[in-house]
């Protein structure tokens, strides 16, 4: 059986976790990141545009016989209330957390060979489902991205189960990004939860996402929580 998986953000944090156990799971994964395998800016929508058309990722799914997108790569993007957040860096959030997702999960769905079963994994954020005070601007796009799930779910494509996944709170460079955010009012509460040791580990959030995506019921309802 050839099952082959994509996985964005692969080369740190969660996305590595994720990549490293489907490989030895004996998933063939195809890693697209900025810094490291299918070389592309996640953040620049006509370069995806134009990786995607260019049949790598066609190619990747043509003998595939079960297929999963995972959705992780993320940024944080300002951490400030609005009318503080710095315009680029807001452009930059809303492509990598939602403009991404979506360009892929069409383009999987559109070119995947026909009939075979495909799941699709948004990694999502507890920030998209409860307000954060000065953080808009990721509260949104996870938002985005979770009801991206419940539609596409909707449209009850033959084959297909898609899920938001929330990971929880895992110790990655996104974290000390918060706990580094001078202008974030919780900034305070991710300090505490970091010096307290309530962080999971990429090692085990991985395990987690990934018995959610592998169960039976996975789709059943397209919003989960590690």
């Known amino acids: ?26 998933w063939d994964v195809l890693g697209v990141a900025r810094s490291g395998g299918e070389r592309v800016d996640l953040g620049d929508p006509a370069a995806l545009t134009v990786w995607i058309d260019g049949g790598t990722l066609r190619a990747h799914l043509a003998d595939a016989d079960e297929i999963l997108l995972i959705n992780n790569a ?22 990598v957390n939602v403009t991404a997702p979506i360009l892929l999960t069409n383009a999987v769905l559109r070119d995947r060979p026909a009939g075979v079963p495909t799941r699709v994994a948004h990694i999502s954020s507890g920030a998209g489902r409860r307000p954060l005070a000065g953080w808009s601007v990721y509260c949104a796009t996870k938002a985005v991205v979770d009801h991206h799930a419940v539609t596409v ?17 895992v110790d990655t460079d996104m974290q000390g990004d918060i706990r580094a955010s001078e202008g974030f009012p919780l900034r305070a509460d991710f300090v505490a939860m970091k010096e307290q040791g309530q962080l999971t580990s990429a090692a085990d959030a991985a395990r987690a996402v990934l018995a959610i995506v592998h169960a039976d019921d996975f789709g059943d309802t397209p919003l989960a929580s590690v």
């Open 153 to 169: 779910a909707a449209e009850d494509h033959d084959g297909v189960r898609i899920v938001a996944i929330r990971p929880g709170v």
């Open 1 to 26: 059986m050839t099952k082959k998986a994509i996985v964005t953000g692969h080369t740190r944090g969660l996305g590595a976790a994720l990549a490293a156990q489907l490989e030895a799971d004996g």
């Open 74 to 95: 993320g940024v944080l993007g300002p951490a400030d209330i609005a009318g503080a957040q710095d315009p680029v860096a807001v452009a930059l959030a809303v492509n």
